[in-house]
């Protein structure tokens, strides 16, 4: 007689994290390595892409763009000639603060899989939810703006951890905010021992060229055949 | 016979509202003007609570402060050698992106509600979703900075609305941030028609005195029997 083993996988009943499993297989299908970009409001998500989607050499981009309402995103960044698909949250009462698995999957039909290799998700502004729910990303990154404080880090921990990097934007206004760039980082590593960290400003161009590379070396690795971070998998407790 | 008329009122349905109404009731049975104020992370509630709480006259206030984690804006505050309660929002898994009526109702037996005529809740940093609840306020108020640049109105035009005050922090940085002040204010207007603004630097103190000026006002407008904002009543639809 066979023993039969039944294990409970609690993750498996999370009806977010099956949809993000089937957004995932159906990423790694077209061969597309897909960026989950999260912020606070106005940390400047949008300036970034602008500033690197448009010279990417041969790696072909499209965004997803996360609102509660409007398309002012989206239309920034049409401007760089790419597909650019608009999701709104809107629909709720004041409108959802994240995007989650189901709402990126009511968007991927729209978007030309088969024809591009880097999807870029930008998430609502939002240091708190958009880290909680796994959408199939194979990467997950964050900005955040030194106008903001340097003790975010402390206070929103979740957001942190569960990136592979944070991009320091803004760097530009180190010099009129009362903002320790050395307490910034240690905070950062603090929250998350071990992120990856590149100092931007997307307003004068500095240090974007190192946002760009990352973007690069993610789909360099996909294409490899290289695992994607195994931490995009292991986000345990995402709500539904 | 009687004709019975039954009204359904779903509102009464929606268990954050009436334990919102509860709050208020207490607030004001002690005669306590309750402010939630609001804005995304790193927007300056806190450096705006510093500069202005200190030096309210006559008036006795308390500060309700609510974080995913950690007590690094109660301590800042507490050196102004007023009550403040810190409630962290941290339980779930990756914490609560807002307060809600049940979490300020269960930070009331800690403050000291007779002996205040203030008490400034301090939400959250969020731009979506403090605004979807009532805690039990009197107003609303949020802050904005203008290195969020000049299109957060559009984009989360719900916490403009459900604000009676906008306070438009760091001005002091408008010589280093491209953001046109005039389109700002113009979607602040958009996004809420008739809505309050104070321009403010908590930096350098500018502009601080209105927001003093706008708190003390609604401590005597409440002394005066005059009614809250009845706004702050009629947010209907907020969530559970």
């Known amino acids: ?69 409007g398309s002012l995103d989206a239309e920034r960044l049409a401007s760089l000639h790419i597909p650019v698909v608009q999701l709104n949250t809107a629909a709720g009462f004041g409108g959802e603060c994240h995007l989650d698995a189901n709402m990126v999957r009511s968007a991927l039909p729209a978007l030309p899989l088969e024809e591009i290799d880097l999807l870029v998700i930008e998430n609502v502004g939002n240091l708190v939810c958009p880290a909680e729910f796994r959408v199939g990303e194979h ?10 404080g340097e003790d975010k880090q402390l206070k929103y921990p979740l957001m942190f951890r569960a990136c592979e990097l944070a991009v320091v934007n803004k760097i530009d206004l180190l010099p009129h905010v009362d903002v320790d760039l050395e307490r910034l980082l240690a905070n950062l590593q603090a929250a998350h021992p071990g ?46």
Do not use: F, Q, Y
Request: one cysteine or more; a negative charge; glycine letters at 10%.
């Open 1 to 69: 007689m066979h023993r039969i083993k039944v294990r409970v996988v609690e993750d498996a009943l999370d009806a977010n994290n099956t949809i993000a499993r089937a957004n995932r297989e159906d990423l790694d299908r077209a061969g597309v390595t897909a960026i989950n970009l999260m912020s606070a409001p106005g940390a400047g998500k949008t300036a970034l892409l602008e500033r690197v989607l448009g010279d990417l050499g041969d790696v072909r981009v499209a965004v997803l763009e996360g609102d509660v309402e």
């Open 195 to 240: 992120i990856e960290h590149i100092l931007t400003s997307a307003r004068t161009g500095e240090g974007c060229a190192g946002l760009r590379e990352w973007l690069l070396g993610k789909v360099a690795r996909s294409r490899a055949g290289e695992r994607a971070d195994p931490r995009a998998d292991d986000l345990a407790g995402a709500r539904v």
């Open 139 to 148: 990467a997950r990154a964050m900005v955040c703006s030194v106008a903001e």
